[in-house]
């Protein structure tokens, strides 16, 4: 298949962990992933939500809460559960 495609790259391990963290970035529920996967374990689904400082800051931006920076500590327009706001972003 590498030589039909031209990817060099190309398994099919890569290929089930991309669309399992594209699907986490749009926002599905990792029991309903961990099923789709036939993880037994939740915390084998959760290896696919990691992501990166840009892409968490992206998911944060795109919401409704909006953040601001004050006095090097993030906070936000709404409520925020979190103590300290989102400091350590």
Do not use: V
């Not at 391990?13 to 963290?21: E, I, L, M, P």
């Amino acid at each position: 298949m590498k030589k039909k495609t031209g990817i060099n790259e190309f398994s099919w391990h890569k290929c089930r962990h991309t669309y399992a963290h594209n699907m986490i970035k749009n926002d599905i529920d990792l029991e309903s992933l961990r099923q789709m996967l036939g993880h037994e374990d939740l915390a084998t689904t959760g290896i696919y939500s990691r992501m990166n400082t840009e892409e968490a800051l992206e998911r944060i931006r795109s919401k409704s809460i909006k953040f601001y920076n004050e006095s090097s500590m993030f906070k936000s327009s709404k409520p925020c559960d979190i103590a300290n706001g989102l400091k350590g972003i």
